[in-house]
Nanobody, 132 residues
């Protein structure tokens, strides 16, 4: 069982930056693939970025809407993953969720296709609001 807690959400002006953190426990962190999903009001939850586990050499993937603006990283010594968000836009307003999987099929589904599978462990989310 994996427990995930997100930190770092808040209110930011358009063009500003935020860094989200996801801290995990309960499973070998280095074996987990970690993703960020987001859900805006009235919309479905969708994938933002993913970083693979050590077996996948930490390969990263990004949704087209955030490429060049967001950067995902991880610090296995701290059981933490990060999402650095720059040049934020009002359309980035959403609840951001940290997600984790460890089996190979789930890693492929979540990290390569941002597919929501039953094996995902979720955090409770952190709200990011981009507004002037």
């Amino acid at each position: 069982q994996v427990q995930l807690v997100e930190f770092g959400g808040g209110l930011v002006q358009p063009g500003g930056s935020l860094r989200l953190s996801c801290v995990g426990s309960g499973f070998g962190w280095e074996h987990l693939a970690i993703a960020w999903f987001r859900q805006a009001p009235g919309k479905e939850r969708g994938g933002v970025s993913c970083i693979n586990n050590n077996d996948g050499a930490g390969k990263t993937n990004y949704a087209d809407s955030v490429k060049g603006r967001f950067t995902i990283s991880r610090d296995n010594a701290k059981n933490t993953a990060y999402l650095q968000m720059n040049n934020l836009k009002p359309d980035d307003t959403a609840v951001y969720y940290c997600a984790a999987v460890h089996d190979a099929l789930s890693v492929q589904a979540m990290c390569e296709m941002f597919r929501i599978v039953d094996t995902i462990s979720w955090g409770k989310g952190t709200l990011v609001t981009v507004s002037s």
